[in-house]
């Protein structure tokens, strides 16, 4: 951040999922052998060292002995030791591959280096296709004891909106909002937001990215929060959209009714008969519908072109997958069918800027977005999210008894 302070450390996501190891600067390398019976793993990891001048200034390192007590790999060591370790693995081992993440080595710099010296030095290949690939399949599909963590990370995500929803009021400053967010998630054991929240008081909420979040919402004007929080290593996505006064305006209550059922038949359509991809279009079908009906939109498309149409009002994709990451394992693709275990986030939007000059007056500086976190089981799909109110009678009762 800036000299000699420092800044906040997020593991890397598949090296946490594998060995569930916080420390920065380690390295887990996992060899698999032919046994008599199969294909055996082994797991070595590499942690910092731990050295006893540096614990008065730093918290204390687990080093190779705490490591390898906590994380049942099957041995640990330094990470001044890899090297050496890859160089006597090669002289023992020929004809094997490298599976890593082969858009990153190359530019980490401390890995780098050495796994790319072992490589050329001992003639060894790089495996058909980056590790990530593989790593995210057996990611998108979460374990049991995983979706006790979803739970209660979207839980925290919840309660917390839920109380900022009930403390706004016109006039609320965007960034007393957000600072609120983070400090009723954090009081609930989360360690931190999962990403920059978007606060956005009216047309400010139709930039998809609006970040700044230090503008005033007046009064008449909706606000749009999309915060999620991050809960030992997992994360929720939370939308909501409010208005800041208590009461929503005829126009923005026909428009807030719209993503309503939009997003109420997108859940709904959260099986393992449709993808990412199959919602996306369902969305934008229905969404072209709703704007048909309401006039935004004229009454002879075909399909294709009501899609199309249906696309300027809401830009972005109808959801992803939601996991250790915000934007989990995105070398799973959209196209395939949702499995069991799953979890994604449903967040059709309508977006309205007050320059709009398409729509009638009353309707523009309007961005609507209502995003839930829904797990995909073999049978119907389960809102985690639900104890968040969405439906605008109950947001309205909620500001009113605050
Ligand atoms: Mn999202």
Redesign the pocket.
């Known amino acids: 951040m800036s000299d000699m302070i420092m800044y906040p450390f997020r593991q890397n996501t598949e090296f946490h999922y594998f060995s569930g190891f916080l420390e920065s600067d380690s390295a887990l390398l996992i060899m698999s052998k032919h046994t008599g019976d199969g294909l055996r793993a082994e797991s070595v990891l590499f942690v910092p060292k731990r050295t006893p001048n540096n614990e008065n200034w730093e918290v204390r390192k687990s080093g190779a002995e705490g490591a390898h007590e906590i994380t049942g790999v099957e041995e640990a060591y330094n990470i001044c030791e890899l090297d050496l370790f890859l160089e006597r693995y090669c002289t023992q081992k020929s004809d094997f591959v490298v599976w890593c993440d082969q858009d990153k080595i190359p530019t980490n710099k401390t890995l780098g280096p050495v796994v790319k010296d072992m490589m050329t030095q001992n003639n060894v290949k790089l495996a058909p296709m980056s590790i990530n690939v593989l790593m995210h399949a057996i990611r998108a599909i979460k374990s049991p004891a995983e979706i006790g963590l979803m739970k209660k990370s979207v839980e925290i995500a919840s309660e917390a909106m839920t109380e900022i929803i009930k403390s706004s009021y016109p006039g609320v400053k965007e960034s007393y909002l957000y600072a609120k967010m983070e400090f009723e998630c954090r009081i609930r054991d989360a360690q931190f937001l999962a990403y920059i929240p978007v606060v956005a008081g009216g047309n400010r909420a139709n930039i998809i990215h609006y970040t700044s979040n230090n503008q005033i919402v007046n009064d008449g004007e909706l606000v749009l929060m ?1 915060a999620g929080c991050e809960y030992n290593g997992y994360t929720s ?1 939370l ?1 909501r959209t409010w208005p800041v006064s208590g009461k929503f305006s005829p126009a923005q209550r026909r428009l807030y009714d719209i993503v309503l059922r939009v997003q109420r038949e997108c859940i709904k359509a959260s099986t393992v008969h449709n993808s990412l991809q199959d919602l996306y279009n369902l969305m934008l079908s229905l969404l072209g519908c709703e704007l048909q009906q309401i006039g935004f939109v004229d009454q002879h498309l075909d399909k294709d072109a009501l899609k199309r149409a249906a696309t300027k009002f809401c830009a972005h994709h109808v ?2 997958y939601l996991g250790m990451d ?1 934007h989990d394992t995105p070398k799973a693709s959209r196209q395939q069918k949702l499995q069991p275990g799953m979890i994604i ?1 449903i ?1 059709p939007g309508l977006y309205i800027s007050e320059d709009n000059l398409n729509v009638p007056e009353e309707y523009r500086g309007n961005g609507i977005r209502i ?1 839930d976190n829904v797990l995909i089981t073999d049978k119907e799909p389960v809102v985690l999210s639900s104890m968040l109110p969405k439906d605008p009678d109950e947001i309205e009762a909620l500001m009113a008894r605050s």
């Open positions: 999309d996505d939308t959801g992803h915000v986030t967040e995003e």
